[in-house]
């Protein structure tokens, strides 16, 4: 549905020189987001469970394989989905857009600061293309497979770098003026749903992962003594 600026995101008055409409369908965007991913989290949950586990002394436990799903899932989604955002920045006026460019024309209905380029949002997601994903990745195929010491450090501090983005993403909007979601579904199904997980769930891993890390070194006090 366009607005008046011949375009349907918010503020109406956004001048979007060569809109071209949105072709795919929520729904035709989703359901394979949705699939892929949990295609991508069963083959993961198998292999952390039955191949790296074989002939090892020690089992990956539940968890660490629920965080090998997590930092797969992050990663990829930084790597594949978001990439194109930095690299195709005319998305919104091609005349054959891909998937992804299909993707970032409906996310910009919650969030209208990307299809105008803004800075903030910009500078969030070249950290997040060029630094999160890479070591979201390496957490998953390398640290905690594994079984590296450092794994717990590394995912602390790839953690509070999600949350520190993410709270320069919403700070940034309510200093704003909070005016870039075209309605009310959007905000909280795409502003605050589908970003939440970047915020609850880095939080629990960083709190984890701050209490095994204290632990591993208070044992090393003790056996220092």
Same mark, same amino acid.
């Given at each position: 549905?366009?607005?008046?600026?011949?375009?349907?995101?918010?503020?109406?008055?956004?001048?979007?020189?060569?809109?071209?409409?949105?072709?795919?369908?929520?729904?035709?965007?989703?359901?394979?987001?949705? $699939?892929?991913?949990l %295609?991508? *989290?069963?083959?993961?949950? +198998?292999?952390?469970?039955?191949? /790296?586990?074989?002939?090892? @002394? #020690?089992?990956?436990?539940?968890?660490?394989?629920?965080?090998?799903?997590?930092?797969?899932?992050? $990663?990829?989604?930084? %790597?594949? *989905?978001?990439?194109?955002? +930095?690299?195709t920045?005319?998305? /919104?006026?091609?005349?054959? @857009? #891909?998937?992804?460019?299909?993707?970032?024309?409906?996310?910009?209905?919650?969030?209208?600061?990307?299809?105008?380029?803004?800075?903030?949002?910009?500078?969030?997601?070249?950290?997040?293309?060029?630094?999160?994903?890479?070591?979201?990745?390496?957490?998953?195929?390398?640290?905690?497979?594994?079984?590296?010491?450092?794994?717990?450090?590394?995912?602390?501090?790839?953690?509070?770098?999600?949350?520190?983005?993410?709270?320069?993403?919403?700070?940034?909007?309510?200093?704003?003026?909070?005016n870039?979601?075209?309605?009310?579904?959007?905000?909280?199904?795409?502003?605050?749903g589908?970003?939440?997980?970047?915020?609850?769930?880095?939080?629990?891993?960083?709190?984890?992962?701050?209490?095994?890390?204290?632990?591993?070194?208070?044992?090393?006090?003790?056996?220092?003594?």
């Amino acid at each position: 549905m366009a607005a008046i600026g011949g375009h349907p995101y918010s503020p109406s008055d956004l001048e979007l020189p060569g809109f071209v409409p949105q072709q795919l369908s929520p729904i035709e965007l989703v359901v394979p987001l949705i $699939g892929t991913s949990l %295609l991508v *989290i069963t083959v993961i949950w +198998l292999v952390s469970g039955h191949v /790296l586990n074989s002939g090892r @002394p #020690s089992r990956l436990s539940k968890a660490d394989r629920l965080l090998m799903c997590w930092w797969a899932i992050t $990663g990829l989604t930084h %790597l594949i *989905i978001e990439a194109p955002l +930095l690299f195709t920045p005319n998305y /919104l006026t091609k005349e054959n @857009p #891909s998937f992804f460019d299909e993707i970032w024309k409906e996310y910009s209905k919650a969030d209208s600061r990307y299809a105008t380029g803004d800075t903030t949002t910009t500078a969030i997601e070249v950290i997040a293309v060029f630094l999160q994903g890479p070591l979201s990745l390496f957490a998953v195929s390398y640290a905690i497979a594994s079984r590296k010491s450092y794994n717990y450090i590394l995912q602390f501090g790839v953690s509070m770098s999600h949350l520190y983005s993410m709270l320069i993403f919403y700070i940034t909007a309510y200093l704003d003026g909070m005016n870039f979601c075209a309605s009310p579904f959007y905000f909280w199904t795409y502003f605050v749903g589908a970003n939440s997980p970047w915020v609850v769930i880095p939080t629990l891993i960083a709190i984890r992962s701050w209490k095994l890390i204290s632990q591993a070194s208070q044992s090393c006090k003790v056996n220092q003594d």
